[in-house]
């Protein structure tokens, strides 16, 4: 069993496909990753029991879903066995297909390291050498172009595999979780009480929602918040309990049926904003944190939303001219200096204009 012909330097070719170098590229910076060697061996070691790309483990997998689908039916066992060979035959022949297919795509051809735990697995562990071939570098290719293939909230999930098992088990056992994070571009730590993982409206990132206390804070300030999963660093999950009453089971279902999951975090207010023909269309086309439209107080010119100042910050700041913040101040006052601020390149006098001689 395994992949028998890795040099002693457990360096192994990988060519991969344009989009998957693009899709691991983006990722790698959006969770913080410098080298791309310890990305990839973090995919294997994270991914390889549950990968396509793992075939016969993935058929193992898909036999015993079949034989604990039919084992309440009726059929006698010579037809329950000529059914689940069928399904298996067809589900292989249609995965052989795709991993053919991600064998074909070739655009980057690079030696990695592979790190001793993953050495070990392909070595002794695996058993997917007779379908690739003995080439260890084809299987990881695969992995590596099934993942690349996925939306980005699942592969969040199998990056973040140790990150998601650990909130789970806190959230599971209701467990106090120590975190550390960036607000603001201030690095705080907090007394977290997990609720659960959830999605944002668009299926686009997983959030951890949840209360929340800074550690100088007592248990009776603590607040609903939210923490992207993408960003979460490992939490530290702690002996005490941390159980949610009804009520603030309540107070957070509430404020997740008003507010996106993203921004839990802060106290959401009345946000008046004046939107041009052109702003009205960005907002009905642009669904990514915008904030929902009060639509029996706003007018055609003028929208109100309730939400917090950052989701409207967030939202609106892209929209340039086409949207005037009127309400609150403090929000008004805030892309009055950002704008402000992003024009100070093109106004120092030094810079030479683009239509000069």
């Given at each position: 069993m395994?992949?028998h012909?890795?040099?002693?330097?457990?360096?192994i070719?990988?060519s991969?496909?344009?989009?998957?170098s693009?899709?691991?590229?983006?990722?790698?910076?959006?969770f913080?990753?410098t080298?791309q060697?310890?990305?990839?061996?973090?995919?294997?070691?994270?991914?390889?029991?549950?990968?396509?790309?793992?075939?016969?483990l993935?058929l193992?997998k898909?036999?015993?879903?079949a034989?604990r689908?039919?084992?309440?039916s009726?059929?006698?066992?010579?037809?329950?066995?000529?059914?689940?060979e069928?399904?298996?035959?067809n589900?292989?022949?249609?995965?052989v297909?795709?991993?053919?297919?991600?064998?074909?795509?070739?655009?980057?051809?690079?030696?990695y390291?592979?790190?001793?735990a993953?050495y070990?697995?392909l070595?002794?562990?695996?058993?997917?050498e007779a379908?690739?071939?003995?080439?260890?570098?084809?299987?990881?290719?695969?992995l590596?172009?099934e993942?690349?293939?996925?939306?980005?909230?699942?592969?969040?999930r199998?990056?973040?595999?140790?990150?998601?098992e650990?909130?789970?088990?806190?959230?599971r056992?209701?467990?106090?979780?120590?975190?550390?994070t960036?607000?603001?571009?201030?690095?705080?730590?907090?007394?977290?009480?997990?609720?659960?993982?959830?999605?944002?409206?668009?299926?686009?990132?997983?959030?951890?929602?949840?209360?929340?206390?800074?550690?100088?804070?007592?248990?009776?300030q603590?607040?609903?918040?939210?923490f992207?999963?993408?960003?979460?660093?490992?939490?530290?999950?702690?002996?005490?309990?941390?159980f949610l009453?009804?009520?603030?089971?309540?107070?957070?279902?509430?404020?997740?049926?008003?507010?996106?999951?993203a921004?839990?975090?802060?106290?959401?207010?009345?946000?008046r904003?004046?939107?041009?023909?052109r702003?009205?269309?960005?907002?009905?086309t642009?669904?990514?944190?915008?904030p929902?439209?009060?639509?029996?107080?706003?007018t055609?010119?003028?929208?109100?939303?309730?939400?917090?100042?950052?989701?409207?910050?967030?939202?609106?700041?892209?929209?340039?001219?086409?949207?005037?913040?009127?309400?609150?101040?403090?929000?008004?006052?805030?892309?009055i200096?950002?704008?402000?601020?992003?024009?100070?390149p093109?106004?120092?006098?030094?810079?030479?204009?683009?239509?000069?001689?």
């Open positions: 395994g992949f012909y890795i040099n002693d330097q457990q360096k070719r990988i991969m496909s344009r989009r998957a693009i899709v691991m590229s983006d990722d790698m910076r959006a913080s990753v080298k060697a310890g990305f990839i061996n973090t995919i294997i070691r994270n991914f390889h029991d549950s990968a396509k790309a793992s075939l016969s993935y193992l898909k036999r015993y879903e034989e689908l039919f084992a309440g009726q059929l006698d066992e010579r037809s329950k066995r000529i059914a689940i069928h399904m298996l035959r589900e292989r022949e249609k995965t297909l795709e991993l053919q297919d991600y064998l074909k795509e070739k655009h980057v051809s690079k030696l390291h592979i790190n001793n993953n070990e697995y070595c002794y562990d695996c058993k997917e379908f690739y071939h003995e080439k260890a570098g084809a299987y990881i290719k695969c590596l172009e993942y690349a293939a996925l939306p980005f909230i699942k592969r969040e199998i990056f973040k595999k140790e990150v998601y650990m909130v789970e088990y806190a959230c056992m209701n467990r106090l979780m120590q975190v550390r960036y607000v603001y571009k201030e690095r705080l730590t907090f007394f977290v009480y997990p609720y659960k993982i959830i999605p944002d409206p668009l299926c686009t990132q997983e959030y951890l929602a949840c209360f929340t206390r800074t550690a100088e804070e007592a248990s009776s603590k607040r609903d918040a939210s992207s999963m993408a960003r979460l660093e490992k939490p530290v999950v702690l002996k005490q309990q941390a009453s009804k009520d603030d089971i309540a107070k957070i279902e509430e404020d997740l049926e008003k507010l996106s999951v921004y839990l975090l802060g106290e959401p207010e009345e946000i904003v004046r939107l041009t023909d702003g009205k269309k960005s907002y009905q642009r669904l990514y944190s915008r929902d439209k009060d639509e029996t107080r706003s055609d010119e003028v929208y109100v939303f309730y939400c917090s100042e950052h989701q409207a910050y967030n939202y609106f700041f892209a929209f340039g001219p086409e949207a005037e913040v009127l309400s609150p101040p403090s929000l008004r006052d805030r892309m200096k950002n704008y402000q601020s992003a024009l100070q093109y106004r120092q006098e030094d810079q030479p204009s683009f239509f000069s001689s």
